[in-house]
Structure formats: structure tokens, C-alpha cells
């Protein structure tokens, strides 16, 4: 997994009610990144290193599970939390075989990652996770800039701002992770395809006409040579 982060850890402050993810990943060092990440994504996050653990544990609303535990194989963990949750189940795993892939998937996962991803890739899978389990939708705040996601529907400062669907896309890519650079090639894959092989100067494009319409001086700040950022306004 890619994440940069200059975040404290699980410590950092989430907003009541946020909703809650259950890391189970027993590599320490990736299991850090993916708190971090998560907590400066504003979720609540837990993290345990075994299935047992996860079994035990209360009620998220998403989980990401590992298959590769040390105790109890990943695939039986998903069906035993299906069998007792609606939690949106993620699968997080280096096994990218299509068997193991169909295993989980009929085992109750609703998504299915392969290591190494990039931490805009797995926000936007939590999100979908969650419009689909909690109907209500979510809600990106960052300064004056609202952002939400179910309606897909953009205010400045109480002020409804139109855009494109590429650039409402790339906004939402920007601020599902606020301060942290997201690579251009980044942020083509989640607002275009993972598989997009044309220029790059089309964002550039699309990025001069999302600052033009917010209008708000330093929201969208560029990372020369790496790609964009939203900035403290």
C-alpha cells in the first residue's frame, strides 16, 4: 500500500459519530499505514492482528480483513461475519487469484483489493461500501467546502457550486484524504480509469476549471512534480 502520511496515528481526533472501520492485518507496519490513513480520513478505526480478534470484536461499519491471519483463515472469518453482520466487508490481501477471489466474495466480502493499492483507491471503495450499507450517504467537509457524495452536490460557503462529472470526480478524490498529495496518476485512475494511458494535461485542464469555480484562493494547491493537494483555507 502507498500512503504518505504525516499523521499521529490512531489517536488523531474523529468526528463523533464517524463511521467506524475495523482494520485485521497482522503486519504491523502496513497495519499502521492504513490507521493513520483512515484516521486522517476522518473514520474511527480499530485495528486487531487475528481472526479471533476480529470475531470478538463489536460491530463497524466496515471492515477491511486481511485473508493471510495467523490463526484462522481469512475466507472463514468473512463468512462468520456475515453470518452475524451487515457490515460492509472489504477484502485486503495479496492473493489475487480468481479462486480466491470467488471464495471471499461468496463468503459475504463486498469489495475484494489487491496489495499494494494507493489509499485514494481504498477510500473511495469504504465509501461505496457505505453508500451502499448506510443509504444516507456520506458527507466531505474541509474549511468552507462541502462535499456530498450520495447527491453529489458541492457548496462553498453555503454556496451550491455546478460541476462536471469529471470535476466533482476529481474534487472528491482531493478530499477524501485533505492534505495529503495525490499523485496525478492518482487521481486520473479514480476520477477516469485505472487503466488510463492518455495525457495527463486533460487534468490540468479540469483542475483550472474546478479552482475557477470554487473560487477559493490556496483550496486547490499544486505539488510540482507530483500532482495536488487541498490546502488549509
Do not use: N
Not at 483512515?38 to 481472526?51: A, E, I, N, P, Q
Not at 466531505?140 to 457524495?149: A, E, N
Not at 451550491?160 to 496525478?184: H, N, Q, W, Y
Request: hydrophobic share 40%; charged share 25%.
Amino acid at each position: 500500500m502507498s500512503v504518505a502520511s504525516s499523521a499521529a496515528g490512531a489517536g488523531l481526533p474523529s468526528a463523533k459519530g464517524a463511521p467506524s472501520v475495523l482494520v485485521v492485518e497482522d503486519d504491523p507496519s502496513l497495519a499502521t499505514q492504513l490507521v493513520r490513513g483512515l484516521s486522517r480520513g476522518g473514520y474511527r478505526v480499530d485495528h486487531v492482528m487475528t481472526g479471533q480478534e476480529a470475531l470478538a470484536s463489536g460491530d463497524p461499519d466496515v471492515v477491511l480483513l486481511d485473508l493471510g491471519l495467523p490463526d484462522v483463515d481469512g475466507v472463514d472469518v468473512c463468512r462468520r461475519l456475515r453470518e452475524r453482520s451487515d457490515a460492509g466487508i472489504i477484502i485486503v490481501t495479496a492473493r489475487g487469484e480468481e479462486p480466491e477471489r470467488v471464495l471471499a466474495l461468496d463468503a459475504g466480502a463486498d469489495d475484494y483489493l489487491i496489495k499494494p493499492f494507493g489509499l485514494a483507491e481504498l477510500l473511495a471503495r469504504i465509501r461505496a461500501v457505505l453508500r451502499r450499507i448506510r443509504p444516507g450517504g456520506e458527507v466531505l467537509r474541509h474549511g468552507p467546502l462541502t462535499v456530498d457524495l450520495r447527491t453529489r452536490k458541492v457548496t462553498v460557503h453555503a454556496r451550491e457550486v455546478a460541476l462536471t462529472p469529471k470535476e466533482f470526480d476529481i474534487l472528491e478524490c482531493l478530499a477524501s484524504d485533505p492534505g495529503r498529495v495525490m499523485t496525478r496518476q492518482e487521481i486520473l485512475e479514480s476520477a477516469w480509469d485505472a487503466h488510463w494511458y492518455g495525457p495527463t494535461k486533460v487534468l490540468d485542464v479540469h483542475v483550472a476549471a474546478l479552482r475557477r469555480k470554487l473560487d477559493v484562493p490556496g483550496l486547490i494547491e499544486t505539488a510540482y512534480g507530483r500532482g495536488f493537494r487541498l490546502g488549509e483555507v
